[in-house]
């Protein structure tokens, strides 16, 4: 089974659940050509997964009327694409997004989703959907590949229901900070200085922590230029790669976000009300 492959087993975590859609065929458009959960689907690339774990968020938590949060990166931008579709086909209707970067904005745009912003609005989002570059046995998370950490955060922490869309790959069972490098966004000032605070912090370096100022393009944590990555917000983004996992990771969030210079961070603890896996076994769910 995903639980045990994953090293998650369902009797380990009960919330972890097989989701049979009652009407797969939106997910069947998807050119895979099979069911969910058939054994072709071993063959199913990442990105077909990542697109059945997004259609599914929307297909399952946003309703005519919502205010929604957009994420950023890969997986969330199929929720985006999903979201277009059914407001398209008139199937969604007095629907209003706030996006968490602007290449999601310009992805919302494009597809002819209304947008606001969170200052127009005063009452929370009903859910927002955006994936995460690593999820662990607790639900927590690591996010900030995609370099809009802090908008992110910002959007999650302002909505009723934050619901995270990932591909099997993303699951961590060792732990957080071995899986994916965590995000930092801190300001460019004395931006080295910060960085060594950063790296002092006492769970960080018993954890065998390595910082690494993020090169080229914000949304890459793999270098890709010479030029330092500029978030949206005119920050520079740090990733602290681990030896071993966080032995806590909602302390380390605290020393994170308690260290001048630091404006945010990519530790999201205790905030995932659950958790859509799409794997080469079908749809999962982590809450």
């Known amino acids: ?14 919330g972890l659940r097989p989701q049979p859609h009652p009407n797969p065929s939106p997910y069947l458009g998807l050119g895979l050509g099979f069911s969910l959960g058939s054994p072709r689907m071993s063959a199913m690339d990442i990105a077909e997964l990542k697109k ?25 931008a199929f929720a985006v694409e999903r979201l277009a579709q ?24 494009a597809g002819g989703i209304p947008l606001t912003t969170l200052d127009e609005l005063d009452a929370p989002l009903a859910v927002t959907i955006d994936g995460a570059d690593t999820v662990d046995s607790q639900l927590n998370l690591v ?29 961590s069972p060792a732990g957080i900070g071995v899986h994916f490098p965590i995000p930092v966004e801190i300001i460019p000032f004395c931006y080295q200085s910060t960085i060594r605070v950063v790296e002092r912090l006492s769970s960080l370096q018993a954890a065998g922590v390595t ?19 500029i978030t949206d917000n005119g920050n ?22 308690d260290t001048v210079g630091v404006v945010e961070h990519g530790l999201f603890c205790g905030m995932a009300h659950s958790v859509i896996v799409a794997s080469s076994e079908g749809i999962q769910v982590m809450d």
């Open 1 to 14: 089974s995903l639980g045990r492959r994953l090293g998650l087993g369902l009797g380990l975590r009960p």
């Open 52 to 76: 059945v774990a997004g259609y599914k968020a929307i297909d399952d938590h946003v309703e005519s009327g919502m205010k929604v949060g957009l994420g950023t990166g890969s997986t969330a």
């Open 86 to 109: 059914k407001i398209a086909s008139g199937e969604l209707t007095d629907i209003v997004a706030v996006p968490t970067s602007e290449a999601t904005k310009a992805l919302a745009e």
């Open 143 to 171: 996010k900030g590949g995609g370099g809009a950490l802090l908008r992110e955060k910002l959007v999650e922490t302002r909505s009723d229901k934050f619901v995270v869309i990932v591909d099997e790959s993303k699951i």
């Open 211 to 229: 910082a690494t100022l993020r090169l080229g393009n914000v949304s890459n944590n793999k270098k890709d230029g010479d030029e330092i990555a």
């Open 236 to 257: 520079y983004i740090v990733d602290l790669s681990l030896a071993q996992p966080l032995a806590d990771p909602a302390a380390t969030a605290a020393e994170l976000i």
